[in-house]
Every structure is written in C-alpha cells, then in structure tokens.
C-alpha cells in the first residue's frame, strides 16, 4: 500500500507515513481472545489493514503473566504502527486490561 498523501511505499497497509507524517488509519479495532488477537485498522470507516496475533498459552503458573504480558505488547506494536485517533477493545477483558496497559490510549 501507498500513503494516501504522498504515495510513498508503507512497509504494511494502514502503516503511519513517517515521510508526510500523516496517518493512513484512523481508528483501531481489536478482538481479543485467550490465544489469538485481530487488530483490524480503519480509515472513513473502511478496512485498510487485517493482522492476526497468536500466542501459546502458558500452562505453568510462574510463566502465565510474562506470556499475557508479551501477547498484550505485539497487539499493542500492531496498533501502535497507524498512530490511530481511536482504538476500540472487545473480548477477553484480562488480555483487554493487559493491552491497555502496554497501549496507553484511552479505551
């Protein structure tokens, strides 16, 4: 995909132009479950970029926080690279809490 603005090549659709410093999605939805996260990227409500994030999840108790700890940063990395105005949040409410946390955007 191109930038909407200035037609240079974005490494992944709906990715923020750091040429024109423009954005080419405007809000962020992510679904979230125990073991996979679809963070979906809009622009004038339109899709311009699907991800899916998996993870495994850890059955051994002193390991379980680091691995949701882990799961919540890439979504967030996911989310971060449209610089969004919005993100919306729906589904597994400890990865939601954990996602916010490693966000920092207003849910």
């Known amino acids: 995909m191109d930038c909407r603005c200035c037609a240079s090549s974005l490494d ?4 923020y132009c750091l040429v024109c ?27 311009v970029a699907q991800r899916t994030v998996t993870t495994t999840r850890e059955t051994d ?28 949040a729906t589904g597994d409410s400890d990865v939601i809490s954990a996602h916010r946390a490693e966000l920092r955007y207003p849910f």
């Open 12 to 15: 992944r659709p709906g990715d």
């Open 21 to 47: 410093r423009s954005a080419n999605a405007d809000t962020v939805v992510v679904e979230c479950d125990a073991e996979r996260a679809t963070v979906t990227a809009l622009f004038d409500d339109e899709i």
């Open 61 to 88: 108790e002193r390991w379980a926080p680091t691995e949701r700890r882990n799961f919540a940063g890439r979504i967030a990395d996911e989310a971060r690279r449209t610089r969004p105005e919005e993100v919306y």
